[in-house]
Nanobody, 123 residues
Framework: QVQLVESGGGLVQAGGSLRLSCAAS????????MGWFRQAPGKEREFVAV????????YYADSVKGRFTISRDNAKNTVYLQMNSLKPEDTAVYYC????????????????WGQGTQVTVSS
């Protein structure tokens, strides 16, 4: 089993930056692809970014491309999401997830989830 704990969320003004972390325990995540998702009130959970096990491949939702960067440090068993130029529409609970067994775009493909961290962007 893998336990995931997100941190780094908070309140930021539009145009600001935050860096989210996802720390894993219980098992190394070095062989897992890792994803970030977000869920705003009243909306479905949506894909944000994914990174391959080696970090060599990354993919982003169009809405965050060019503003967000996903990275990982396998030695620290941690995945990061650097979020720049934040917009009010980025406000959501952000979740990290591990080990997609299917299409990385869909939440149901992932076996492990964190509890989420709130990101609020004020205008």
């Amino acid at each position: 089993q893998v336990q995931l704990v997100e941190s780094g969320g908070g309140l930021v003004q539009a145009g600001g930056s935050l860096r989210l972390s996802c720390a894993a325990s219980g098992r190394t995540i070095s062989s897992y692809a890792m994803g970030w998702f977000r869920q705003a009130p009243g909306k479905e959970r949506e894909f944000v970014a994914v990174i391959s096990w080696s970090g060599g491949s990354t993919y982003y939702a169009d809405s965050v491309k060019g503003r967000f960067t996903i990275s990982r440090d396998n030695a620290k068993n941690t995945v990061y999401l650097q979020m720049n130029s934040l917009k009010p529409e980025d406000t959501a609970v952000y979740y990290c997830a591990a080990d997609p067994s299917g299409n990385y775009y869909y939440p149901q493909s992932y076996d492990y989830w964190g509890q989420g961290t709130q990101v609020t962007v004020s205008s």
